[in-house]
């Protein structure tokens, strides 16, 4: 069973987090973005990661969505 669990956890990583961890990641190297805003947003990425790695998918997704929308990705 605990084959099944850590095969489906990298399963749900490798979708829709990954994707919007990428675009934060990409966002934060901008070198205009204020220090503030990108330190609020990596920290925030951080703990969506942490979520989605551990199967937490839609608190992660969550959790991006507030990063995206801090950095003006949507």
């Given at each position: 069973a605990g084959v099944f669990i850590a095969g489906f956890s990298a399963t749900a990583w490798a979708g829709p987090c990954q994707d919007d961890v990428a675009a934060i990641d990409k966002a934060t190297q901008v070198e205009t973005l204020a220090a503030d805003i990108k330190?609020?947003?990596?920290?925030?990425?951080?703990?969506a990661?942490?979520?989605?790695?551990?199967?937490n998918e839609n608190e992660g997704l969550a959790l991006t969505a507030e990063a995206k929308v801090l950095l003006q990705l949507d």
């Amino acid at each position: 069973a605990g084959v099944f669990i850590a095969g489906f956890s990298a399963t749900a990583w490798a979708g829709p987090c990954q994707d919007d961890v990428a675009a934060i990641d990409k966002a934060t190297q901008v070198e205009t973005l204020a220090a503030d805003i990108k330190a609020q947003a990596t920290d925030i990425r951080n703990q969506a990661d942490q979520l989605c790695k551990a199967g937490n998918e839609n608190e992660g997704l969550a959790l991006t969505a507030e990063a995206k929308v801090l950095l003006q990705l949507d």
